[in-house]
């Protein structure tokens, strides 16, 4: 289907991307968004041969959105280790969201834990609570 449909479209768009630049002011919209899209055309172009390549990138978007806003915020966390943690949390939560994870019960099971983790100093124990093996220990726990 890329190869029918889209690949045309694709070829069309290089053609016209290299013969409207020289005619547009380089410090312009339209001039710097060619000058953006053409810098990157041939890896853009991956996305014809590899059918598991998404055209955008709509899931990282998503997924660090409430970082980015968030970010902000952090400046306010009262000190630098204080907005380091919260970043790791958010990040550990937003791994939660990724992997289907249920960040409550994760979050509540993992705090349990900890303490028994930091006694043992068992870092394949640490690596189980992370939350995409997480969820397949519990399935595994409840069989």
Same mark, same amino acid.
């Given at each position: 289907?890329? +190869? +029918?449909?889209?690949? &045309?479209?694709?070829?069309?768009?290089?053609? !016209?991307?290299?013969?409207?630049? &020289?005619?547009?002011? &380089?410090?312009? =919209?339209? $001039?710097?968004?060619? /000058?953006? *899209?053409?810098?990157?055309?041939?890896?853009?172009? @991956?996305? #014809?041969? =590899? $059918?598991?390549?998404?055209? =955008?990138? @709509?899931?990282?978007? %998503?997924?660090?959105? &409430?970082? *980015?806003?968030?970010?902000?915020?952090?400046?306010?966390?009262? %000190?630098?280790? /204080? *907005?380091? %943690?919260? /970043?790791?949390?958010?990040?550990?939560?937003?791994?939660?969201?990724?992997?289907?994870? %249920?960040?409550?019960? !994760?979050?509540?099971?993992?705090? =349990?834990?900890?303490?028994?983790? +930091? +006694?043992? $100093?068992?870092?394949?124990?640490?690596?189980?609570?992370?939350?995409?093996?997480?969820? #397949? @220990?519990?399935?595994?726990? @409840? #069989?």
């Amino acid at each position: 289907m890329r +190869q +029918q449909f889209a690949r &045309p479209i694709i070829e069309l768009l290089e053609v !016209w991307m290299e013969k409207t630049y &020289p005619s547009v002011l &380089p410090k312009s =919209d339209i $001039g710097k968004a060619i /000058a953006y *899209a053409y810098s990157s055309w041939g890896r853009m172009k @991956n996305y #014809l041969n =590899d $059918g598991c390549l998404k055209i =955008d990138n @709509n899931l990282v978007e %998503n997924a660090i959105r &409430p970082i *980015a806003l968030s970010r902000k915020n952090f400046l306010f966390a009262g %000190n630098h280790q /204080a *907005a380091e %943690n919260t /970043a790791v949390i958010c990040s550990l939560l937003t791994t939660c969201k990724a992997a289907g994870t %249920n960040p409550r019960e !994760w979050l509540i099971d993992v705090l =349990d834990k900890m303490p028994y983790l +930091q +006694q043992s $100093g068992s870092e394949t124990a640490s690596k189980e609570l992370l939350p995409n093996n997480w969820g #397949l @220990n519990q399935i595994l726990t @409840n #069989l």
